[in-house]
């Protein structure tokens, strides 16, 4: 009779568990006293503070950034990178550099 009274406390205590370590502390603190509440507001706080708090909710959908490019406004911006690296390489070749060898046709 008593392992019984045993299995059916220890099931009806399984299905009161705390799902987390951290509740079952919380639970612990609790019933041990040790969890203080929570102090109330200063006065200026309370005061300065709506009674309601009209937080914005969170959306998710992106919204359109008018900074953004279009797929052949980036490959129109990419060639012009290209244009001037050529332009630069071209401009590094005709600048003469005192420790480097002489180039075969000057």
């Known amino acids: 009779m008593a ?3 045993a299995l059916s406390a220890r099931a009806a205590l399984a299905q009161e568990a705390p799902s987390s370590g951290g509740e079952f502390i919380g639970r612990l603190f609790d019933a041990t006293g040790l969890r203080a509440p929570p102090r ?3 006065d200026f706080v309370r005061e300065s503070r709506p009674e309601q708090m009209n937080y914005r ?3 998710p959908k992106p919204q359109k950034d008018p900074k953004r490019k279009t797929a052949a406004d980036l ?3 990419g060639a012009g990178l290209e244009a001037a690296a050529a ?9 003469a550099t005192p420790d480097a060898p002489a180039k075969p046709g000057r």
Do not use: G, H, K, T
């Not at 332009?87 to 600048?95: C, F, I, K, Q, T």
């Open 87 to 95: 332009e630069n390489r071209r401009r590094a070749a005709s600048v």
């Open 75 to 77: 490959r129109a911006m």
């Open 57 to 59: 909710p969170f959306d």
């Open 40 to 42: 109330q507001a200063a």
């Open 3 to 5: 392992l019984i009274f």
